[in-house]
């Protein structure tokens, strides 16, 4: 169980949350993010992800060197060949898809050769770190070979929910806005209890 543990900004609290050893740590390129990334990150043993929402690659390219990005997360609208563009300059892609009710999993096929991981995450008005959950039993319908992380409000007192996911492709998860005393900054107890708990 991949745990990803994303928003994150201040040094101290990167470095404590990376002590807990999750997978994945990740910081925000888009600016309109309240968890926007303005100084750099600590080296982390977690591998290290950012997040960008219709970034020109020039800009991908220059954080991702900066920060030493492992992979790069496309939560826009982002096409098939930007995603193979990206993964042509040697990172890993997570590539996002907004789900509601109405959402067809079938859109998400075109993208499979274009990604190393698919990211799941409740549609709203704002991209990522709403705190609201989508209906977790609409992963039954998604088919694909791509392996996904599953976000969107996820927090203390649903690990056992999660486990019970029997998805094949169900990789881990993103957390987020459900663990912070403010946005960027990680409760650390609440991150290791559900660490502790999930894995």
Not at 157 to 168: M, P, Q, T, V
């Amino acid at each position: 169980m991949i745990i990803k543990v994303c928003g994150l900004r201040d040094y101290d609290n990167i470095e404590n949350i990376d002590a807990l050893c999750p997978d994945m740590v990740g910081m925000i390129f888009y600016e309109k993010s309240l968890r926007y990334v303005s100084e750099n990150y600590p080296p982390t043993s977690a591998k290290r992800v950012g997040v960008f929402v219709n970034a020109e690659i020039d800009y991908i390219k220059e954080k991702a060197f900066e920060y030493d990005l492992d992979y790069i997360q496309l939560h826009g609208g982002e096409s098939v060949s930007f995603c193979n563009q990206v993964k042509n300059l040697g990172f890993g892609v997570i590539k996002v898809f907004s789900i509601n009710a109405q959402y067809d999993f079938k859109e998400c096929a075109q993208y499979e050769d274009a990604s190393d991981y698919f990211l799941f995450d409740t549609q709203t008005n704002s991209y990522g770190g709403s705190g609201e959950k989508f209906d977790w039993d609409r992963l039954d319908s998604y088919k694909g070979q791509t392996p996904f992380l599953l976000s969107g409000g996820i927090t203390t007192g649903d690990e056992r929910r999660i486990k019970k996911i029997s998805h094949a492709m169900m990789a881990g998860v993103d957390i987020n806005s459900g663990f912070e005393l403010q946005p960027a900054l990680k409760d650390i107890n609440k991150v290791a209890l559900f660490m502790k708990k999930l894995k």
